[in-house]
């Protein structure tokens, strides 16, 4: 007897954020977050038959920061 088995990932609450600053007429000073509190890609596994759900891959990536100087002549 062979059982199915299905990779997923859980419901996931992540945080990104975006901000920009005038400096002048000519520039434009910009920082951007992803994940910023660092939470872990998770992917389970579940096995049919009435097995448990087992933990299939987990990576943390970490935070992803971007800042940026944007300038025109």
């Known amino acids: 007897m062979t059982s199915a088995r ?3 990932r859980a419901a ?3 945080f990104h954020v975006n901000a920009s600053c005038k400096l002048s007429s000519r520039a434009i000073l910009s920082l951007s977050g992803r994940n910023i509190t660092n939470e872990p890609f998770v992917v389970n596994e ?3 038959g009435g097995r448990p759900d087992t933990l299939y891959r987990s990576q943390i ?6 800042l940026s100087l944007k300038g025109s002549f």
């Open 6 to 8: 299905a990779r997923y």
């Open 12 to 14: 996931e609450l992540k």
């Open 46 to 48: 579940r096995w049919g």
């Open 61 to 66: 990536y970490g935070a992803l920061w971007t």
